[in-house]
T-cell receptor, first 113, second 110 residues
Framework: KAGVTQTPRYLIKTRGQQVTLSCSPISGHRSVSWYQQTPGQGLQFLFEYFSETQRNKGNFPGRFSGRQFSNSRSEMNVSTLELGDSALYLCASSLGGTQYGQYFGPGTRLTVL | EDKVVQSPLSLVVHEGDTVTLNCSYEVTNFRSLLWYKQEKKAPTFLFML????IEKKSGRLSSILDKKELSSILNITATQTGDSAIYLC??????????FGQGTELSVKP
């Protein structure tokens, strides 16, 4: 079974731009969650989508948004990029939801200049 | 505010040692606690624990949650160099939101 895939793997943007990251979950998984990982803040939960609906959300500004398609693939969008948005963005999928443990993708390394 | 605190933040041991990693949590409407292992890539799932207090085991790793103390421990016996990693714990709210601890960086020397 193929694992969680994320594209692109690396991305360089400048302040003020916007970016869209993509995540394809493990086949059959309906829950997709997104996380931001930085050396200073560690791993932080952004949001979870389940069957195309956002089920819960972390404490991030509205510049961070996402969506999930009918095939469970998910996208995350960050608008008006700031230097502090430089991070590793991880997505994870699971059958039932975040509380059961998830399978993580390799991440997208975003650098904002 | 919800928080999860892990200790120690880093640990250096020798192969064959037994280690215990700690995780304490203050999570509103607590649902479960998760342990992950992160090497140079994405975290991999180890255990899910609930307030039932049932111990989970997988090979040399085991974990249990103490609902009175609002804490959990992860034990690794007969450590190997391949156990070197950052170990993360995360508390899960009833709604599914996760709160991660800072992680414990374990280094196992040959």
């Amino acid at each position: 079974k193929a694992g969680v895939t994320q594209t692109p793997r690396y991305l360089i943007k400048t302040r003020g731009q916007q970016v869209t990251l993509s995540c394809s979950p493990i086949s059959g998984h309906r829950s997709v969650s997104w996380y931001q990982q930085t050396p200073g803040q560690g791993l932080q939960f952004l949001f979870e989508y389940f069957s195309e609906t956002q089920r819960n959300k972390g404490n991030f500004p509205g510049r961070f948004s996402g969506r999930q398609f009918s095939n469970s693939r998910s996208e995350m969008n960050v608008s008006t990029l700031e230097l502090g948005d430089s991070a590793l963005y991880l997505c994870a999928s699971s059958l039932g939801g975040t509380q059961y443990g998830q399978y993580f993708g390799p991440g997208t390394r975003l650098t904002v200049l | 505010e919800d928080k999860v605190v892990q200790s120690p933040l880093s640990l250096v041991v020798h192969e064959g040692d037994t280690v215990t990693l700690n995780c304490s949590y203050e999570v509103t409407n607590f649902r479960s606690l998760l342990w992950y292992k992160q090497e140079k890539k994405a975290p991999t799932f180890l255990f899910m624990l609930t307030s039932s207090g049932i111990e989970k085991k997988s090979g040399r790793l085991s974990s249990i949650l103490d609902k009175k103390e609002l804490s959990s421990i992860l034990n690794i016996t007969a450590t190997q160099t391949g156990d070197s990693a950052i170990y993360l714990c995360a508390g899960v709210e009833a709604g599914g939101k996760l709160i991660f601890g800072q992680g414990t960086e374990l280094s196992v020397k040959p």
